[in-house]
């Protein structure tokens, strides 16, 4: 369903969701990883992160599968190549999904509350993961409820409540010096339990 109000504007170009070539466009620069890891439980973790750039950006196999063993090192998942989704943890699936979306040579990385799924033991592996992607200058819109890390690794936070954002600011202050009630709020509760 097509957005019915708002603007998105990405390298300062509006997007035009009436115009296919524009959709198109913008979906080229960015991938996502969703809660789910969705991962295609009939292929190995390599065929998994080089299956679409393969497919869909038509690259050159030898290339693919170089830059997907570097990612899937960068993941802490090198030794896993060959393994089936069925053999991973929960955030070892996970983490190969962050390795299959960077495969895509995304400008912007979408995470999509990527540690819900996630037993607790599990949450801190796929965090590290996204720390060092955050410290290697990775674009990234980040959806989650993990307070604290949000904290820790955005440079904007923006603070929304039923569809609608009520603020927009650095780390420092929404979390310590937010204008609007709603946020401050939010926060004290949070803040509250950790």
Do not use: W
Not at 32 to 52: A, E, G, K
Not at 141 to 168: A, C, N, P, W, Y
């Amino acid at each position: 369903m097509p957005p019915t109000a708002g603007r998105v504007v990405l390298d300062d170009e509006p997007l035009n969701y009436s115009s296919r070539k524009s959709v198109r466009a913008a979906r080229d620069k960015m991938a996502i990883v969703f809660q789910q890891y969705n991962l295609f439980q009939n292929m190995d973790v390599m065929r998994n992160v080089t299956l679409s750039p393969l497919k869909i950006k038509k690259r050159a196999r030898d290339q693919v599968e170089n830059e997907a063993k570097e990612l899937l090192r960068r993941v802490g998942l090198a030794d896993k190549h060959r393994s089936y989704p069925d053999e991973l943890s929960g955030g070892q699936q996970q983490r190969v999904a962050i390795a299959r979306a960077l495969a895509l040579k995304p400008e912007l990385l979408l995470l999509d509350e990527i540690t819900a799924a996630l037993d607790p033991e599990l949450v801190n592996e796929v965090l590290d993961t996204v720390r060092t992607l955050a410290s290697e200058g990775i674009t990234m819109l980040l959806v989650s409820h993990e307070m604290s890390f949000v904290r820790e690794v955005s440079t904007r936070v923006v603070m929304m409540d039923k569809g609608q954002i009520v603020e927009i600011g650095t780390p420092d202050k929404i979390f310590g010096n937010a204008s609007e009630a709603r946020t401050r709020d939010f926060v004290g509760k949070i803040l509250r339990h950790h």
